[in-house]
C-alpha cells in the first residue's frame, strides 16, 4: 500500500507470490449527508473520489523497491450502507484477488464486483490470491 504523497513509503510489502495477504490501514471517517468520508495516511483523492493504491515492484539487491504496476481500490465504490457500517463499527473490509484474467498482477481501477466491500468489528480477514 502507497502512503499519500509519499509513494516510495510502502506499508508492510508482501510478496508477490503469497497465498493471501494483508494490510490494516489506519482511517477516520467523517459521517455527513453526502455519505461517509474515509481518510488517511494511506487514502488518496479528494471527497468523493478517494481511494488506495496496491503497489505492485520488485525489489532490488539493496532492498529498493521499483514500482512497475498499481491497482486502485476505489472508496468512493463501497456502497453506502457499507461505508455507513464500517464508520459505526470502525473496520472497513476489501476482498479482492491479486491476479487478473490473465494472471498478471491486478492493476487499474478496481470496483465491486473485482473487490468485495463489507463491515465488521472483528478481525481482519486476509485478501485472496
Known amino acids: 500500500m502507497q502512503r499519500r504523497n509519499r509513494p516510495a513509503e510502502?506499508?508492510?510489502p508482501q510478496p508477490g507470490d503469497a497465498v493471501s495477504a494483508s494490510w490494516t490501514l489506519p482511517c477516520t471517517t467523517a459521517v455527513s449527508a453526502a455519505g461517509v468520508d474515509i481518510k488517511g495516511p494511506y487514502v488518496q483523492g479528494g471527497p468523493g473520489g478517494r481511494f488506495v493504491y496496491l503497489s505492485w515492484g520488485s525489489v532490488g539487491?539493496?532492498?529498493a523497491f521499483t514500482m512497475f504496476r498499481r491497482a486502485k481500490l476505489m472508496l468512493d465504490a463501497v456502497p453506502g450502507a457499507v461505508a455507513?457500517?464500517?464508520?459505526?463499527e470502525g473496520l472497513l473490509v476489501g476482498r479482492l484477488g491479486l491476479t487478473d484474467a490473465r494472471g498478471m498482477p491486478l492493476c487499474a481501477r478496481v470496483v465491486p464486483p473485482a473487490v468485495v466491500w463489507s463491515a465488521g468489528s472483528g478481525p481482519q480477514p486476509s485478501a485472496s490470491r
Open 10 to 12: 510502502l506499508l508492510d
Open 61 to 63: 539487491a539493496g532492498g
Open 84 to 88: 455507513g457500517a464500517a464508520a459505526r
